[in-house]
C-alpha cells in the first residue's frame, strides 16, 4: 500500500485485517477503525502531538542550514503542541473565529463567489478560476490581515506542503525550502512590525507578548491550513456532488449544500491523516503499540467504517450522524477553522449551482490528484458551464452521471 496515494479498498482492508498495523517502510502505526482515531484523538496525555508538524521526509543538513538561516522553526504552538502554552495561544486565534464572526462571512463569501464566475463560459477549470485563490482572500479577511499578494501566500504554502508532507527526494527538499524560508522571512518581518493596538492576528500576537519565533510559527501553519485545506475541500466537493445523480440542480435547496458538504469530509476529507506519538505503551484494537510509536491516524479510513456509519460508502446528504466524523480532528486540537471551512464550501457550492444550473463535469475521466500523506485532492475541476447548451451536451452531461443517481459511484 502507498500510503501518500491509498485507495478505499486499502483503507478498508486496514480496517478490516489490520485495524493497528506497523508500516514497514515509514515506521508509522497506522490506526484506521473509527473508535481507535477518535480515542486517540481524545486522549492528548497518552497520545502527544509533538510529531503533527514534522517532516515526513527527515529533512537533510544542508537544507536544514538553508531555513535555519531565515530563522525558520516549528516551535509548539498549536497542531504540535501538547504543552500548557496551547490553550492560552488557542484562545488567541479562537477570537478572530467565533461563530458570529464566521456567520458575517457569509455575504462577503457569496460577493467573492459571483465575480469569479462572471465572465466565466463554455469550458473552465474552477480550481483557477475560483477555488485555488478564494479561501486564502477570506482567511486573510477574517484575521484582518492586510496587503498580502495571494499569489505569492500560495506558492509558498503548496511549497511548505509538499517541503513537510511530501514524498519528496533531497533534489526537491532544496528547491521547496526556498520558499519555505520566504514565507516565514515575510512572517516574521510583518509581525515585528504589526501594531499591538491593531485588530488583526499578527497585532494581537504583538499585544499578547508572544516572542517572535513562536508567533512566526503559528502563523506559518495557520496561513497555511487556514486556506490551503479549504482549497482542497473546494475541489472535492465539485467532482462529489457532479458525479451524482441531479444533486447540482438541486443544491440551492434549503440544506442541502451544506448537507453535501458533510458527506464529502466525511468520505474525501482534504485533510486524509494525521500524527500522533504514544507516550506510553498503549493497547489498541487488541494491538500492544510501544511507547514513543509514532501513530498515523486515518482520518479518511475512519469516515467509511460501517462500525460508525451505515452504508458508508453511499453518498448520503443529510444521515443523522453526518457530522461524527473526524475530517477536522476531535478533542482539544478540533480545527478552529471548521466553521469557516463548512461555510465557504456550502455558499461556493450554492452560489456556483445558482449561476450555473446546468455546470457538469468536462470529462469522465479521473482528476490529477494531489497526493500528500496527509493532503489529498483533486488538482483540477474541469466543468462545462452549461451556458452554450444543446442535445449533444445534455446527452454527455448524462453520460457523467454515475448509474443510479445518488448513493452510487
Known sequence: MDLFQPGPADLRSLRERAPVHRDGRTGLWLVSRYDDVRAVLADPRRFRPDNALTAVVPIPGPVLRELARAGFSLPPTLANNGTPTHAALRRLVARFLTPARVAAAGPRIAELTAARLAGLTGVVDLHPALARDLPAVVLLEVLGIRDVDVAALKAWSTASLELFWGDVSPARQRELAGPAAAFHRWLTGRIEVADPRGDDLFGALRARGVPLREAAGLCYFLLIAGQETTTQLLCAAFHAVLRHGDLWSRLPEPGLAAACVEEVLRREPPVTTWRRVAAEPVVLSGVEVPAGAPLLLMLAGAGSDPGAFEDPERFCPGRPNARAHLAFGHGRH???????????????????????????????????????????????????????????????????VAPGGVGRR
Do not use: H, I, K
Not at 497526493?371 to 475541476?381: H, I, M
Open 334 to 400: 478540533f480545527c478552529l477553522g471548521a466553521g469557516l471551512a463548512r461555510l465557504e464550501a456550502e455558499v461556493v457550492l450554492r452560489e456556483t449551482a445558482l449561476r450555473f444550473p446546468r455546470l457538469r463535469l468536462a470529462s469522465a475521466d479521473p482528476p490529477p490528484v494531489l497526493g500528500l500523506l496527509s493532503f489529498r485532492a483533486p488538482l483540477t475541476v474541469e466543468v462545462d458551464l452549461g451556458d452554450r447548451d444543446g442535445p449533444a451536451g445534455e446527452a454527455a452531461a448524462r453520460r457523467l
